[in-house]
């Protein structure tokens, strides 16, 4: 990660943020550079690869700059923590915006295929598509099958992830560090079982399995 600026003192800051106050366009711009540390501090806690930080990077960034230019020193809290909360809430707003707008692409890896020789992925058996009648049993037989399977072939670990991960349960999605922090371990853990969990259904969707026992139940 690139390196920034030092923070500034107490009293410092306290000066920047009343020259700020007393219209200094110039000390807005020191606080903003001056708080990029803690930027990247934060962004430390969600970024998940090089790319992924850089765009953290920017977002938190946007969160500083509305710290900055909403501060209210009246408030008695100091600017560096007020901005901490704006950036981590501009973090947070967007990682919920991305995570309705697609899904992960473990979801969209195959699965199986249909009658026609088609590849079939988990989105599709999950989410269903409009179709014939005559498609729209096919996936409904499919969907059984699969539910029985999450119940059979899974241990109970694979199984509570993939419910909280893909909301099988409630409708709710939850990232690989939402399910990490409510499981107790760690996202990596998580992504490594959650890819084994996937791989098992796929395998028994592909090999036609016919001797999943039946078993009654919520996923």
């Given at each position: ?121 988990l989105v599709d058996v999950i989410e269903g598509r409009e179709s014939d009648i005559v498609e729209q049993l096919y996936q409904e037989i499919l969907l059984g099958k699969l ?9 109970d670990r694979e199984r509570k992830i993939l419910c909280l991960r893909y909301g099988l349960k409630d409708g709710e999605e ?46």
């Amino acid at each position: 990660m690139k390196s920034f600026p030092g923070p500034l003192t107490s009293a410092e800051e306290k000066e920047y943020v009343k020259r700020l106050e007393n219209g200094d366009r110039s000390a807005r711009n020191v606080l903003i550079e001056r708080n990029l540390r803690l930027v990247a501090h934060i962004v430390k806690k969600y970024s998940q690869g090089e790319r992924d930080t850089e765009d953290m990077l920017s977002i938190g960034t946007v969160g500083l700059i509305k710290a900055v230019d909403s501060y209210n020193s009246g408030r008695g809290s100091k600017i560096s923590t007020y901005a901490a909360k704006c950036i981590e809430n501009e973090i947070l707003m967007q990682l919920r915006s991305d995570r309705k707008r697609k899904r992960e692409i473990s979801l969209s890896s195959p699965i199986g295929t249909d009658k026609e020789g088609n590849e079939i992925h988990l989105v599709d058996v999950i989410e269903g598509r409009e179709s014939d009648i005559v498609e729209q049993l096919y996936q409904e037989i499919l969907l059984g099958k699969l539910g029985q399977m999450v119940c059979t072939v899974l241990t109970d670990r694979e199984r509570k992830i993939l419910c909280l991960r893909y909301g099988l349960k409630d409708g709710e999605e939850l990232t690989q560090r939402e399910v990490a922090e409510q499981m107790g371990i760690s996202r990596s853990y998580v992504s490594r079982i959650e890819k084994r969990a996937l791989e098992k259904l796929r395998e028994c969707l592909t090999s036609g399995d016919s001797g999943i026992a039946q078993k009654k139940g919520v996923w």
